[in-house]
């Protein structure tokens, strides 16, 4: 895998509807994981917590449901996504050290429950970043 970046939306409950009509008209695989997938209980263990649909066209869309305790608030529901594997980590470890220098770290760049690195660090000018580093090691991978 080398380093790409694509966009990340955010929905308040509607991403399993949004993404599978942008799949309905790019066409493409739409990869689902919702919050219970991951052993998350709560309020929304049906909601997305991640969806993937990537075109042979080479579209690459991604997006979740906010979570039960994140307010989706339009102008905040997208982020930008740099992704990458083992062998693009110093790469997007360096980018995250850098955005977390200038900005705000929102999550830190910690192993999470899907097997990969994560981050998020939101920029001086109010602009998301994610920033995920897989393992190999991910359901799916």
Do not use: C, H, N
């Given at each position: 895998m080398t380093t790409h970046m694509n966009t990340y939306l955010i929905f308040d409950g509607e991403t399993r509807a949004a993404?599978?009509?942008?799949?309905?008209?790019l066409g493409g695989t739409l990869d689902v994981m919702t919050f219970g997938d991951m052993g998350m209980e709560g309020p929304?263990?049906?909601?997305v917590m991640h969806a993937f649909l990537h075109t042979d066209d080479g579209i690459r869309l991604?997006?979740?449901?906010?979570?039960p305790d994140n307010e989706v608030v339009h102008g905040t529901d997208f982020a930008i996504a740099l992704n990458g594997d083992v062998?693009?980590?110093?790469?997007l470890r360096g980018w995250y050290d850098a955005f977390s220098a200038a900005g705000t770290v929102d999550v830190p760049?910690?192993?999470?429950?899907?097997g990969?690195?994560?981050g998020?660090?939101?920029?001086?000018?109010?602009i998301a970043w994610m920033f995920n580093i897989a393992s190999g090691d991910e359901p799916g991978a």
């Open positions: 993404m599978e009509l942008y799949r309905s008209i929304m263990p049906d909601g991604m997006a979740s449901d906010g979570g062998e693009d980590e110093a790469r760049l910690a192993k999470q429950v899907w990969a690195w994560f998020q660090v939101t920029d001086p000018f109010g």
